[in-house]
């Protein structure tokens, strides 16, 4: 399985994957059909899935197009979604499993950015693979999706399902968000020195407009104040003891930044 990065609107990815020797095709989150149509038709490929995390237009808009191309795709999303999803057939839940060529994938329910999300993760098939993880607007490279559907509680469970996968775990977010996460994340954990070197490397990536998707999880993990609500420096800079609280009061000053 390939996967292919095709941005989109202002800062939106929608994820191509792709099976060489079945000339088959799934897309992750398509935001809109036309950049999706046309590398499929250049790779001369067959859509045979729609794979969404969420209802919000920025991650479902392509949806009907690209099913009056492809009628027999079949589109995938949270069982919670039922009637936000254009075209849905699957209604996922937590633990349930998705095919694409010869990889599976469990579905993570992964509630908080809206209600009913769901994540996607492809656990290595072989050695020497990575797990890829498909997030949506869960978790993002340095940050994570704001609140509108559901409680920090909510988001610190969802968020801690992902922390459990393996560190080479790839993470495909829905949103090229990195240099500005980054840059919050410095003003409350500005002693990190991983996030110190991960600044610098996404300001130089960024300057090149390289993409900084996919992140790998191990590097969240130590940059990431979303990841990082146990931490004690964190904690103290948010004034609480508390995980829930500490993880609410950094997502407030991020929604204030
Ligand atoms: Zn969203
Ligand atoms: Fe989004």
């Not at 950049?35 to 009907?64: K, M, S």
């Not at 949506?136 to 920090?152: I, N, S, V, Y």
Request: net charge negative; aromatic share 10%.
């Amino acid at each position: 399985m390939e996967i292919l990065r095709l941005p989109v609107l202002s800062d939106n990815y929608i994820f191509l994957l792709y099976e060489p020797s079945l000339k088959i095709a799934a897309v992750v989150d398509p935001a809109e059909a036309d950049p999706v149509l046309q590398y499929l038709h250049q790779l001369n490929a067959e859509l045979v899935a729609i794979f969404n995390t969420h209802h919000h237009g920025d991650h479902v808009g392509g949806n009907t197009k690209l099913l009056q191309s492809f009628p027999q795709a079949i589109v995938y999303g949270g069982a919670e979604d039922r009637g936000r999803i254009p075209g849905q057939q699957v209604f996922l839940k937590e633990g349930d499993r998705v095919s694409f060529a010869n990889r599976q994938a469990e579905v993570l329910f992964v509630p908080g950015h809206t209600r009913a999300h769901i994540a996607y993760y492809f656990p290595p098939v072989q050695l020497g693979e990575t797990g890829e993880l498909f997030c949506g607007d869960t978790l993002f490279a340095g940050g994570c999706g704001r609140l509108f559907e559901g409680t920090p509680t909510q988001m610190v469970n969802s968020l801690g399902k992902i922390r459990d996968l393996p560190d080479q775990t790839r993470v495909w977010c829905a949103h090229e968000y990195t240099l500005n996460n980054l840059r919050f994340a410095l003003t409350v954990d500005s002693q990190n020195l991983d996030l110190q070197r991960r600044f610098e490397t996404v300001k130089q990536m960024r300057e090149r407009l390289e993409a900084t998707v996919p992140a790998i999880l191990g590097e969240e993990k130590r940059t990431n104040p979303f990841l990082r609500w146990d931490q004690p420096n964190l904690q103290l800079q948010v004034k609480s003891q508390d995980p829930i609280q500490t993880f609410a009061r950094l997502r407030g000053m991020k929604d204030q930044f």
